[in-house]
C-alpha cells in the first residue's frame, strides 16, 4: 500500500485535518469511502463499515488494517494519526 499524501486525499474528496490524518465525525460519512486504515499512535477506532454498521476496533501503533469506512467515528474514537487508504 502506498501511502497518500494530504493533498491527494483532498484532491480525490477524502477529508483530512491541516496534519493530514482523516478528518472525523460522528454524523457525516467520508466524501469517500475507505479500504484501509493506519494509525501512528494505539487505541480504539470506531467505523461505521460499508454494511452500516458501526464497530469499534483495537488499534496497535502504527498498525495497518484492511477495513472498508464510510465514516470514522470521534466518540469511541482514541488512536490518533488516522490516515485512510482508497
Avoid: H, P
Avoid at 469511502?33 to 470506531?46: D, Y
Amino acid at each position: 500500500m502506498s501511502r497518500s499524501t494530504a493533498k491527494e486525499l483532498t484532491a480525490i474528496g477524502v477529508v483530512t485535518t491541516t496534519d493530514g490524518t482523516l478528518m472525523q465525525s460522528d454524523s457525516v460519512n467520508l466524501a469517500m469511502s475507505i479500504r484501509a486504515i493506519r494509525v501512528t499512535a494505539a487505541g480504539a477506532v470506531k467505523i461505521t463499515g460499508y454494511d452500516g454498521v458501526a464497530a469499534t476496533l483495537a488499534f496497535s501503533d502504527g498498525e495497518t488494517r484492511n477495513v472498508g469506512a464510510v465514516r470514522v467515528w470521534v466518540t469511541g474514537t482514541t488512536a490518533t494519526g488516522i490516515e485512510g487508504m482508497i
